[in-house]
């Protein structure tokens, strides 16, 4: 079975601070781990993706995020944090080319 | 190069009634995949289909089923529904290739059960 926690339902940082979005994992096999973003009112937009490739994985908009098997961590940042970086996050797991299991959301706010 | 849309954007049902949500897979791609969103939650899976043939199902009750047709398109029914059944359904799309997991999402349909 897998699932995913996304720790800290909300996080408020100052712009120009960085970021810090955190995430366990849990998976009988080895994972693909995503992060997502949604602004409100639309859908989700993939920010980057590990497929075991390499452990430090860089995505769109400065973000980056580092695999680590032996903390189940998939934790996501950026150096510096933007006004426009105010939005939803979600991390994900799947096993294959299947469905994929969300965390429940990080609300990244970013104080002026 | 067209991303994956669907319709329509909001809806309003009432309780007990039937609605059918549509979806069209980013071009090139042949799976398709259904997403709950409750308000303030992740999405929940609901079931993906590919070659036409429902490949996987999430914890869903049989109110809930869907069809793809041989251009990829696909639709979500939803029966019998209930104020819980309000959400943003989102679809999603994929490439059954090996080594490939990336879904590109929709912007989604907004459905409201009074």
């Known amino acids: 079975a897998q699932s995913v926690t996304q720790l800290g339902s909300h996080v408020s940082v100052s712009e120009g601070a960085l970021v810090l979005l955190r995430c366990n994992y849990s998976s009988s096999v080895p994972p693909y781990l995503f992060w997502y973003v949604q602004y409100p009112n639309q859908g989700l937009q993939l920010l980057l993706k590990y497929t075991s490739a390499a452990t430090l994985v860089k995505g769109i908009n400065g973000f980056e995020a580092e695999f680590k098997k032996s903390e189940t961590s998939f934790h996501l940042t950026k150096p510096s944090a933007h006004m426009s970086d105010a939005a939803e996050y979600f991390c994900a797991v799947s096993a294959s080319a299947s469905k994929i299991i969300f965390g429940s959301g990080t609300r990244l706010s970013i104080r002026p | 190069d067209a991303g994956v849309t669907q319709s329509p954007t909001h809806l309003i049902k009432t309780r007990g009634q039937q609605v059918t949500l549509r979806c069209s897979p980013k071009s090139g791609h042949d799976t398709v995949s259904w997403y709950q969103q409750a308000l303030g939650q992740g999405p929940q899976f609901i079931f993906q289909y590919y070659e036409e043939e429902e490949r996987q199902r999430g914890n869903f009750p049989d109110r809930f089923s869907g069809h793809q047709f041989p251009n990829y398109s696909s639709e979500l029914n939803v029966n019998a529904l209930l104020l819980g059944d309000s959400a943003l359904y989102l679809c999603?799309?994929?490439?059954?290739?090996?080594?490939?997991?990336?879904?590109?999402f929709g912007p989604g349909t907004r459905l409201t059960v009074t």
């Open positions: 999603a799309s994929s490439l059954v290739v090996a080594g490939s997991d990336e879904q590109y």
